[in-house]
């Protein structure tokens, strides 16, 4: 019967996932670094400095993003099981109610009133079975399936890093203006390409994602880059 509400489980504020944290990794990545490197740029530094910015932004960015997404999905998994544990013990003490609830649910679905109430009596023969089921009915969750807190992590350190790196290429073979203009062409380019993905992802249009990831590393990367041409004049 659990295999019916599968659908249920993919409720992604609650339980979040690993393709979440790549694709904020790589975006959060691209536009943090290719912002810092371009207002360090504007500032007119020479290009050692420009490298050593990207490269203290891309670490610790990293590290700071892998703590945030491990601390956030050590939480939310904590919640989750807190909130398991409040159903367990209702499962237990109130078994007749939450049969009822169940059959309920089941009538929600369209299921004839008689074969949902069979079927929740049926689920809830088994403590197990019925955890599972109403873990997935209610909170939209799979209590065996939660996310790997070190995997969302590690994998968001290692994505960060990718997006953080793309831009400050061209500060290793140009200089000056030419190795700006190349790092924000990348930039651009990349946002494209993770704005579509996550439109792809949302189902939304195409066309709206790319748009709007583009116009978030442009404004960013503007704001910045003026920003380092006023405090390189103050500072000159």
Known sequence: MSARHEP?????????????????????GLVSNVSLILGFAGSGVDNSVVRLAGLAGAVAGAISMAAGEWVSVTSQNDLIRRELEVERRE?????????DELAAIYESHGIDPERAAAAAADVMKNSDIALEVHAREELGVAPDDLPSAMKAAALSFVCFIFGAFLPLGPFYVWTGGTAAMVA??????????VGGVVAKFA???????????????????GVTYAI???AGVSLS
């Open 8 to 28: 249920h489980a993919g409720h992604r504020s609650v339980s979040g996932g690993l393709a979440r944290a790549s694709v904020f990794g790589v975006s959060d």
């Open 184 to 193: 924000l062409t990348i930039g651009v380019i990349a946002a494209a390409a």
């Open 228 to 230: 380092g041409e006023i």
């Open 91 to 99: 499962l237990e003490h109130n078994a007749e109610a939450e049969t």
């Open 203 to 221: 189902e939304r249009p195409v066309w709206f994602g790319i748009v709007r990831q583009v116009a978030i590393v442009l404004v960013a990367c």
